[in-house]
């Protein structure tokens, strides 16, 4: 597989241009200045480099002397929004093979690397971009699976995955957006797990469970004596992280006070614990989940812009587990097999009404309700399989043309939020479910000022 070295200022674009590359099978690195790109070219092999012209320390050109100076004869395409003939000139006279104009043409790009790695690839006939080496790519993608963790078929979940694997090994922030019980947690692990960090600690918070007035203590760590209560030394998650990844769950939790404190803690990479007056160096990699949309809470002023973009490099989004439907019964299989170790039972899977039952719920609790009530009907379970005496919870949805009772306002209001849940917010099939017609649905979604 070809390395490819991008380097690029503008981190989304050069993410973006990773993944592209990844998926047509190259292993891609991506570096913001020259420095960190000579570092890179001095202790990996490099095949190709794709460079912007103008970036923070230097430009495109100079990394193109610095090759020549070093008798390294690694092809280099600059990428410039400054298509100025010029400077495009000069860099080819200086060694360049090529240059390309940005926005990127995927076509024209692809073409002129293909130019570009022939002379010096030992194996031509081995286009890098083929689909051979596309599954190879999503092969790398699946190693260090380990038995308490799936990551399931869907193309919602190779999504999911192939922008883990290719934000794991960076340094950059993460946000992990998702629905509770989608996973979040597991995924930060994953990260962690998947970057040069992972032999170091990973420390996870929960800031939806810390008491307020705590929160800094937790963070920062405190000294004996600070306040009432601090009846030791204590040191904070930060200090605890050190070296290694740190996971802030429920991010939108925080007090504006404890946002203000985590910005500078970031900005700084440095940490002073309550009552202390040193100041101790960190090195830590942030993580952070939420299941709040934290742009309406930025314009409600719950949650502090700047805090916002340092916290939010890369997004994630967590696929809820009724839109990944090939992983529904994948996801049963393997926690019923998890719940067999755990319970010391031998069930061999679900019948053939169980298996459908999985599929047509809509698991508005995702994978953590599912591993629940997997365990329970393992646990009652009779026989060699799963019936759906053991999933009674899953009756408990929305049966189609069950006809609205019209108990009270709320309750209607809140049947109504539910069908919409059940059926991807598709009103058709919600009027379908609820009994009533598309208008009635419509005329209630108003009444009830029911926003999709
Ligand atoms: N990929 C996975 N493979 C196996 N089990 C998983 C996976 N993802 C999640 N789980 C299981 O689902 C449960 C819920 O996952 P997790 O706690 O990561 O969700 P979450 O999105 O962080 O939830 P919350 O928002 O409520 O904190 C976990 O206890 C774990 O057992």
């Known amino acids: 597989m070809k390395s490819i070295l991008i380097v690029e200022d503008d981190i989304t674009y050069g993410m973006m241009l990773k993944t592209w590359l990844g998926k047509k099978g190259f292993q891609v690195s991506s570096v913001s200045s020259i420095s960190r790109a000579q570092k890179h070219i001095e202790a990996e092999t490099v095949d190709l480099i794709l460079s912007d012209l103008r970036l923070p320390d230097r430009d495109g050109i100079d990394l193109l002397k610095w090759l020549g100076e070093h008798s390294l004869h690694i092809p280099l395409i600059i990428m410039t929004s400054y298509a100025d003939i010029q400077s495009a000139v000069q860099a080819i006279k200086l060694g360049a093979c090529d240059y390309i104009a940005k926005p990127v043409n995927p076509d024209e790009l692809l073409k002129k690397m293909d130019e570009a790695l022939k002379p010096s690839s030992a194996a031509p006939q081995q286009a890098a971009h083929s689909s051979g080496t596309d599954k190879a790519f999503a092969a790398d993608s699946t190693v260090d699976a380990s038995s308490d963790y799936l990551e399931g078929e869907s193309d919602a979940a190779k999504q999911l995955y192939n922008y883990v694997n290719l934000v794991s090994p960076t ?43 705590l929160a800094a203590s937790e963070f920062f760590g405190h000294v004996k004596g ?16 050190n070296g290694g990844t740190i996971f802030l769950d429920e991010i939108g939790n925080l007090s504006y006070e404890v946002q203000i404190q985590l910005l500078r803690a970031l900005q700084e990479r440095k940490i002073r614990p309550i009552g202390s007056n040193k100041e101790i160096q ?46 529904i019964l994948l996801f049963a299989n393997f926690f019923l097999d998890q719940a067999n170790r755990e319970l010391d039972k031998h069930l061999i899977g679900f019948d053939e009404k169980a298996s459908k039952a999985l599929l047509e719920y809509q698991w508005p609790g995702n994978l953590r309700q599912m591993k629940n009530i997997v365990r329970r009907a393992t646990l009652l379970a009779q026989d060699k399989f799963i019936t759906l005496n053991e999933l009674s919870e899953l009756q408990n949805q929305v049966t189609p043309s069950a006809g609205m009772p019209l108990r009270n306002e709320e309750a209607e209001k809140q049947q109504i939020i539910e069908a919409l849940k059940q059926t991807g917010y598709n009103k058709s099939r919600a009027a ?21």
């Open 226 to 241: 600070s306040f009432t209560g601090a009846l030791t030394d204590k040191t904070g998650a930060f200090a605890a992280a």
């Open 171 to 213: 340094n950059m922030s993460v946000l992990i957006n998702g629905a509770s019980g989608t996973g979040k947690e597991y995924v930060a692990q994953r990260i962690h797990k998947l970057s040069r960090r992972a032999k170091q600690p990973f420390i996870a918070i929960d800031c939806g469970a810390i008491p307020k007035e």
């Open 282 to 327: 960190v090195d830590v990699r942030l993580v952070s989940a939420t299941n709040e949309n934290l742009e309406q809470a930025i314009e409600k002023g719950t949650f502090r812009e700047d805090l916002y973009h340092r916290i939010n490099e890369f997004t994630l989004r967590m696929p809820q587990l009724k839109d990944r439907r090939e992983d």
């Open 432 to 452: 379908q479910l609820l009994g009533i017609d598309r208008k009635t649905l419509y005329n209630k979604l108003k009444l009830y000022g029911i926003e999709l």
